[in-house]
């Protein structure tokens, strides 16, 4: 599972500001 920080940070931070 090579992924990049940048993608699980931003979906990260999408998946928290979508209530």
């Known amino acids: 599972?090579?992924?990049?920080?940048?993608?699980?940070?931003v979906a990260s931070s999408a998946a928290r500001h979508r209530h």
């Open 1 to 9: 599972m090579e992924v990049p920080a940048t993608e699980v940070w």
